[in-house]
């Protein structure tokens, strides 16, 4: 959408001494205007969630294009063959609820987490401010914008004091516009400075809200390398599954006299039911569902711990990651802030005019942490011993408010003009700036973060972009900010130095300040030397401005590729750091909890707020930790590695089943030989050697370490395992049918060499085989000689008591086949290194 035109406008307001009246004589809406406009369906509600609904999982799990060729084969069994051989479409129910039901079990409670941190905003009714949910904006209400706040809804601006938004969201345009009285802001996009008011024009689905604010909440956008891998071997499968059905019905039409025989006698019942066979076998059934309850459960289970997964499939990233870019405020740091100390630009005590202006500075209606510390510290006696006398704040104030950008703050008053930000940028331009300039860098090597005030009888410059700094500026004072280290943080952070992932801590602030921080919440390099750390102002010129052309990240990526802390970092910089090192094949996690970091968190393989950060940061990311909790990462790390380790091996089983599976029905359909099974017995098969074996899998704990290529290690196990299976089972056919054995005797040995080989199968996706493990196996094989042993249940299978010569056959094949797949993945694993 176009934007109105605007014209480069000085980023100043006039502050009013009169601050009783935070609406500025703004009345909006009356309780009766609200209730008429909500009767009318004019209110902002729209339904966005955290995941998927009920409705779209049940669909999802229902409409698969595996579920319609099942379905269609259970109607075919149901018409012409026998209700025991539709047993599979148990099966096919079963694992479709499974699925379903696990899915909205997770989905209500990432559902209740997001309630819990649902943005709020704050509108102007019967002239006093109150706080509403977003879905309770109503057109025309007048609402107030703040830094670190989507706006809601479209509208027009009232009133600005310092406002500047971020609309990079809806341009690609990273820089901010300041939007006077008169003009239009956009729902989606962030206030990075400044405070406004505005009237909303469009809301709902009328506005932009609905599909941009939150965005990040959408249901699995995130880069899942399981789903990927999956979806393209079920896409390969999905190509060959009907035309192999389909000559599969012919050959066995032709192995009983030929197409006009068969459907004079009626073999075509048998030969359609083989078919279905053949089809049941090849589909891996249960596959994309139990890797859905796989995402499923483990995001229920962060969910208990307070982290609201916001896209499934996150949960599998952080296990993949091996770069972690950590925000220092509010990450590695609590975020609260004290006032150690104000001092003069030489030493000693401030003056009481430096002291006075701190506090004007420092006193605005949305102050950030710095200036709440610099507030409350200066009611301290040795300071100012109060809140500075309204006397001494009468008369109009000019004002620039601070930006992350400028990376300062200023104030005229009374013919002074006062600027309060990075002694690096703040110092640099003033006379006299050297001393000080070395006595903050002693500050900063102690880790302690300073601010410089300095003082100027020349009023800021009106720069083309920004204001500029003016003329004529002297050092005024220092003042020395400390940060809390979060307890928890160099116990989490060993634990990533432990998992082989480089942790990078990015700053805004001096990098001296950001190394000492680091330094004491356990960062250190790979190596174990000292950090390195960088001034981000010194990076490669495209990177000053969030340019991100294949040149500028190559050259970036260079830059800090061995650097753990960079600071004076801006949040475009922040973005191509992110961007610089995915270029390199890095997989990115960046935590964060400020408006400034949303950037970088959106273009992050994994975006992880903090549960107390800024509602923009929180809508871009994958996930959010509720209590801001940095300890909860490894925890997450764990239900990724599970994740991953145990669909792999369900995985396995089900591909293994497509291999064999395929290879038996187009050996049938070339050499017209009758197809050695009826679908109740692939059930059962299927049942004892990958269904309910493969659904214990899933959720079963793992810790193993993230190894890249899942695809192709499944690929190397799953299909020459299932050759071997589908040899020894034509062989075992070939045998039997030679030596003259009935046809049931033929299918009893088949199903026996097949589940054997199933089981041998199980025995290496679960090894090692301790407790449960063994068990497991131990349980599926009891229940295979059930089948055998027990006259009714084999009756029901159509299985016959093995004849000594069939005993023989299954021993020597079923040996043969265990023995070709135990080679197989000694094989593999001595030369492709994979194996538990």
Partial sequence: ???????????????????????????????????????????????????????????????????????????????????????FGFVLLLNTATGTLAEIRAKRALDRLAVLEAPRAEVVRDGAEQEVSLGQVVLDDVVRLRAGQQVPADGQVLESQGLEIDESILTGESRPVRPGAGERVMSGTTVIAGTGLFRTTAVGADSYAHRLAREARRYSLAVSELQAGTNRVLHWISWVIVPVALLLVWSQMRAHGGFETALSSGTWRMALVAGVAGVVGMVPQGLVLLTSVNFAAASLALARRNVLVQELPAVEVLARVDTLCLDKTGTIT???????????????PADRAALE????????????????????????????????????????????????????????????????????????????????????????????????????????????????????????????????????????????????????????????TVAAVARKAGVTAPDGTELVAIDARELP?????????????????????????????????????VRALRSRGHVVAMTGDGVNDALALKDADLGIAMGNGAPATKAVARMVLINGEFSAL???????????????????????KTVYASLIAVVVAATAISYPFLPRQLTIVSTLTIGLPAFILALAPSARRYRAGFLGRVLTLAAPAGVVAGCAVLITRA???????????????????????GLWLLTLTARPLFGWRLGLVLLMGSGALVGVLVPAVRGFFLLAWPAPGVWLAVAVMAGAAVAGIEAVYLLRRRLLGVGE
């Fill in 1 to 87: 959408m176009a934007r109105p035109s605007r014209t480069a406008t000085v980023s100043t307001v006039t502050v009013s001494s009169d601050q009783s009246s935070r609406t500025g004589g703004v009345q909006g809406l009356s309780a009766a205007e609200v209730a008429q406009r909500v009767q009318a369906g004019q209110t902002n509600e729209y339904r966005e969630r955290t995941s998927r609904s009920a409705a779209q999982i049940l669909r999802a799990n229902v409409l698969t294009i595996f579920n319609a060729i099942l379905g269609a084969a259970l109607v075919v069994v149901l018409v012409v063959g026998h209700p025991a051989d539709a047993l």
């Fill in 334 to 348: 609590t975020g609260a802030i004290t006032l150690e100390d104000i001092t003069a630009a030489q030493g000693g």
């Fill in 357 to 512: 202006a701190l506090a004007l500075l420092s006193g605005g209606e949305d102050p950030n942490a710095s200036s709440t510390a610099i507030a409350q510290g200066l009611a301290r006696p040795e300071y100012l011993g109060q809140a500075l006398p309204a006397a001494q704040r009468t008369g109009p104030t000019e004002a620039v408010p601070f930006s992350s950008r400028r990376k300062w703050s200023a104030i005229r008053s009374q013919g002074t003009t006062w600027i309060l930000g990075a002694p690096e940028i703040v110092l640099a331009a003033a006379q006299d700036g050297a001393g000080a300039l070395e006595r903050v860098r002693e500050h900063a090597a102690q880790g302690v973060r300073v601010l410089a005030l300095a003082r100027s009888s020349q009023p800021w410059g009106q720069g083309q972009e920004d204001p500029d700094l003016p003329a004529g500026l002297a050092p005024a004072a220092l003042i020395t900010l400390a940060e809390e280290i979060r307890p928890d943080a160099a116990q989490t952070l060993d634990y990533f130095r432990g998992q082989g992932v480089e942790a990078k801590v990015i700053s805004g602030d001096n990098p001296q």
């Fill in 541 to 577: 010129p495209g990177a000053q401005h969030g340019e991100d052309s294949p040149e500028d990240l190559e050259r970036l990526a260079q830059a800090v590729e061995g650097a753990q802390v960079l600071g004076r970092v801006t949040p475009e910089q922040k973005r191509s750091l």
């Fill in 634 to 656: 490894p925890r997450v790390v764990a239900e990724g590695r599970r994740v991953m380790a145990n669909t792999e091996r369900i995985a396995s089983l089900f591909l293994a």
């Fill in 735 to 757: 045998w039997l049918s030679l030596s003259g054995a009935p046809a049931g005797q033929v299918s009893t040995g088949a199903t026996l060499v097949l589940v054997a080989s």
